[in-house]
């Protein structure tokens, strides 16, 4: 039994901090997102506190709000004590989820007609929590409207004026909703708007894309200045959106490398590499350079383009995983499977050879191999799989090199993390700067991490509960 | 074949039933590029082959090679081709002088594949030498004018389009053999790898024979042909690497026999190019085998630099047998049969069935049709 749990949970887990329901290189958007629906129901009727406990865990945003809709629309299957755990759990991991997500997770409860007291209860003190309703009433309109209607919400009088009935009032008195107000009708105060309320207007306005980029600049989030660069080159803008590199997540900014020209990454070599690092070694934390010898066999084949949704997601994870073992490891050594030379420059293309390049890997002697890779071994098929099974029944002596293998995509086919052998524990990774947690969740998949798991759980649930932290590495598991 | 010899297997891609295996060269043939030229979607084209003699098809692009110096800059261009005469109401014409065209004074334009199947539809077409009373007066005069095949659009393979899309191309790739539930759909060899990497995708726009049609619609997958270590002889990871290259070599024997079936037999040289000769080919059209035609364009050390196979079905073989077998007789049914090894009926009901009934006169093809019926 406890070994099926085992086996289920790190099968959820790998699909929950994987899976995004976007259409992937090999399969498209609906396949994955009906697997991963099918994966949720499976889950949850047959372990619904593990379920409900992998809140706790460091999952990615679409599978969080998942969780949380299928708990709040079957929580008559849930007993008393369940429901006072899962409630609190809820609005924990609401509290760190962005709003776009809780605003969308509403709407959709609102779709599936779930509307009990206990729902409209973690509506409201989520809303409560907010910082600044009539900030929400501008940014996310729809999303609070809908919040206000389906759960009843007593909002502040100038705000549900502004949400319902915004013509009527012929001044507000809060700015933020008079800057709005005013923005339907005068071109200046649109830029005391958030960027994407002031978006339309400016269209309506018929501002030119570059005047508007130009002069909405200190109203962007960090999230839209790194998504607005390549725009802003187009609209010849370059200067006006100046962003400082040292401020964004590891991955994040491994993407945003990843879609420049490779002449630019090689002329700004030294800017991007001494971001990468940054970034790596901020988290990293207290563990950098602190763990044993680690070598990398990283997936650069064509297959590490992704899709257009998630374009060259793969290659970027793959790019931060280098960065952030590279922070954290002692002495560390970075394989490409075709690219040779600075990692920066690297591109998708060529097949999959990772068999070979798995030897060149053992024969350094590391005290861990890490695999980042869709898990398609092709040229030739399978030889990776093979050199593991051999290296695991004739050569691997007890002390010797461990395998972990991390893979950004999950399949649909198998609701799981495509896996390399059945000797290696197959991970499914999101943001490389995860990778320490990640380390942990192999081990234990592979069979060697000690306790129990529900005692494991609690005990995450519990400091989860207490800090509102879903980030909680353990001191190096290595 | 042995025009292969010079290219490489490389480890196959497998996605559904579709296996892809790519070919690779050491050196690429110099001197010679080529390029895509799209023609306009859904355009039935009219491409003259003679005095008084067309080939009506849908031609969705034409390749276009040109040949000089080696390091000969390789710009595509004029993407689309628009004629301005096709008329917009019913099902537009374009009309193309020739499968093989010369442009320039360096450059050829021609229609991938259509040049071979144009050479299968043109087999024994003059029809009977002799007016043999058993042949009808048009079948004389005219010959098997006019003669149709039918093959399927790459589009319409299933899990063809995804296969390509997924297929991930190695840097030297020069060429692809393309199998559907292991069988032998067709080979194709270009002399550069930029030029593979630019025409991976006009395979979609190729066409396939029934058979592969239906063998993709049939079958659900192939299995992988994974690698295999010997573990027993592995003691350590020199012993391991030792190993794996043992299993390559494996494999490059291993696709040199599973693409046995693509034996040419008669080649025609179709246009001269400087030192290439592009020339066309027609199998045995032996029943028990697989057929293929084929378009080569080869320098003149015998290096294949450019090949494109079409998969003949069953029935287009048994046509193709009866034609040649009947040429090689003069057209004499009594010495055909008995060569075939039938008797005048067989041989007459076998005609009919191949949907050549219509050039044998009237009062024959009844008096062996009753005669079966009969029977």
Redesign the interface.
Known sequence: MERVAREDLVMFMNAAIASTGQRE??SGAAEQRMSLEFLHEYVMGNYRDLYASTLALEINHLNAVMIVTNLLRTASEAGPEQREREGRLIAARLGTLPPQRVYAMIRRLRRLKVNNRRTRAIIRDWVKARPDPAFDAVKYRRGLSVAARHAHLALPDEVGTALFDWRRPKRYETPILESWRRAHYEQRALYDLPYTAAEGLAARHGITRARFLKQIAPNLTGGERLRLQETAERNHQTGALSMDLGRVPLTRLAIYVLSLPRDERARRRDELTGALRDAAERAAGRWAGAWDPMVAVLDD???AYGSGVKRRRPLAVALAVHFMLEALSRNYTGLWL?HRGDPLLVHP????GL??RL?DA??LRPAHVVVVSDGWD??????A???L???H???RRSSDTSVVHFNPVYEADTFDVRHLSPHVPSIGIRDAESAPELFWLAEYAAGEADGELNHYLNERVQKFLRTGKEKWWTPSPI | MDALADLIAGPAQVWGAVRLVPLMRDEPVTGLRLHARLHPDEQISVVSTGPRRAYVSYVPHSFVASWGEDGLPAAAFGTQLVDPEASPRGIPLTFRRRPARREDRRRLRFLPLHLAVEGFLALEFAGPPIAWEEWTHRAVTQGLSPRAEAAYNGGAIDGLDDALRIFEIHPDQCGMVLYVADALAAAFVVPHPDDYRALHRTLLSDFYGELIYQYALMYPAVADFTARLDDARITDLAGLRREIGRSRAEWTSFHTLMAGGLREHRATPVYTMGRFTLSRSLPSFDPDVENHLGETITDDEGRLAYLKTFRLSAAQTRRGHLLSTLAAYDWRLDETAAALGTDRQGLVMRLDRAGFGHLLRPEIIDACRAAARRR
């Open positions: 290189f090999r084949s064509y297959s075709h293309i060529g097949a999959t068999g070979e030897v053992l024969e092709n040229a030739p098929p399978g030889l799989a093979e050199v099974r051999v290296w029944r004739r050569l």
